[in-house]
């Protein structure tokens, strides 16, 4: 079993931005799909952005592409999610959350972070 553990989120201005880590141990990390996913208060657990296991693929939500970039160092078992831009409508726990193959459903990815806030205001 892989563990994933998230960290970086807080809250930020309007147009900041903010890094996330998803730190994974257990297995070996590269032969996981990571995705991140966010949930806001009283809505559904939403798709944001996916990677492959080899960093050679990645996919995003529509509302984040441009803003928003996931990237990979299997040296150090770490997803990354550089967020750019930032609007309110970011404001949400966001989880990492791994797989066996490629995937953009919550149903798909096989275990999970305990997930980190980050909020958006002024």
């Known amino acids: 079993q892989v563990q994933l553990v998230e960290s970086g989120g807080g809250l930020v201005q309007p147009g900041g931005s903010l890094r996330l880590s998803c730190a994974a141990s257990?297995?070996?990390?590269?032969?996981?799909?990571i995705g991140w996913f966010r949930q806001a208060p009283g809505k559904a657990r939403d798709f944001v952005a996916a990677i492959s296991g080899s960093g050679g693929t990645t996919t995003y939500a529509r509302s984040v592409k441009g803003r928003f970039t996931i990237s990979r160092d299997n040296a150090k078992n770490t997803v990354y999610f550089e967020m750019n831009n930032l609007e309110p409508d970011d404001t949400a726990v966001y989880y990492c959350?791994?797989?066996?193959?490629?995937?953009?459903?919550?149903?798909?990815?096989?275990?999970w972070g305990q997930g980190t806030q980050v909020t958006v205001s002024s």
């Open positions: 959350a791994g797989a066996t193959d490629w995937g953009t459903t919550v149903s798909e990815y096989e275990f």
């Open positions: 257990g297995h070996t990390f590269s032969n996981y799909y």
